[in-house]
T-cell receptor, first 113, second 113 residues
Framework: DTAVSQTPKYLVTQMGNDKSIKCEQNLGHDTMYWYKQDSKKFLKIMFSYNNKELIINETVPNRFSPKSPDKAHLNLHINSLELGDSAVYFC????????????FGPGTRLTVT | QKEVEQDPGPLSVPEGAIVSLNCTYSNSAFQYFMWYRQYSRKGPELLMYTYSSGNKEDGRFTAQVDKSSKYISLFIRDSQPSDSATYLCAMSDPSGGYNKLIFGAGTRLAVHP
């Protein structure tokens, strides 16, 4: 009964490939997020969706495209992967009225070679 | 200057010590202040949040916010080896509808028996 789950947990791929990461939450939350944690452990928001609507879109290369098929799922597709995309990507979610109380998934460790 | 500054440590203390972790910030509009704990290769876990200035206590953990100084602290009493983790402060940016969290770099804490 994992609250926020991500697949895959590890992803190793070559430069130039396209890959997707999936996230699902069973908490009944209405807002979901993607964060990137770089090698220095710095955590930075990338995107946020509220009820399938994009509400936060930080300065992220347009090779990154989030998609939310419903409010329990948020996927991240990355085109033409680059070495600098190597990081841990975290999905998070929050419930209505309490956006600052965010619950994180276990992370997807992406390595681009 | 980063919006949120946090000393990355590492901080090493003996079991039973009182630990003090701190962050400073520059944006006086921040109202919600969070502390997350992140174990190695895991997702951040919300420990507690505080609204505006004041103290909040939860078991061995106490969070303090001093908005006049733009300074927040997390105190851990009777520290245990299981407290060894990275502690991240985060602040909710009202310009993003409070959905956007700005994280500090994290302080790595080691509690040795």
């Amino acid at each position: 009964d994992t609250a926020v789950s991500q697949t895959p947990k590890y992803l190793v791929t070559q430069m130039g490939n396209d890959k997707s990461i999936k996230c699902e939450q069973n908490l009944g939350h209405d807002t979901m997020y993607w964060y990137k944690q770089d090698s220095k452990k710095f955590l930075k928001i990338m995107f946020s969706y509220n009820n399938k609507e994009l509400i936060i879109n930080e300065t992220v290369p347009n090779r990154f495209s989030p998609k939310s098929p419903d409010k329990a799922h948020l996927n991240l597709h990355i085109n033409s992967l680059e070495l600098g995309d190597s990081a841990v990507y975290f999905c998070a979610s929050s419930r209505p009225g309490v956006p600052y109380e965010q619950y994180f998934g276990p992370g997807t460790r992406l390595t681009v070679t | 200057q980063k919006e949120v500054e946090q000393d990355p440590g590492p901080l090493s203390v003996p079991e039973g010590a009182i630990v003090s972790l701190n962050c400073t910030y520059s944006n006086s509009a921040f109202q919600y202040f969070m502390w997350y704990r992140q174990y190695s290769r895991k997702g951040p876990e919300l420990l507690m949040y505080t609204y505006s200035s004041g103290n909040k206590e939860d078991g061995r953990f106490t969070a303090q916010v001093d908005k006049s100084s733009k300074y927040i602290s997390l105190f851990i009493r009777d520290s245990q080896p299981s407290d060894s983790a990275t502690y991240l402060c985060a602040m909710s940016d009202p310009s993003g509808g409070y959905n956007k969290l700005i994280f500090g770099a994290g302080t790595r804490l080691a509690v040795h028996p």
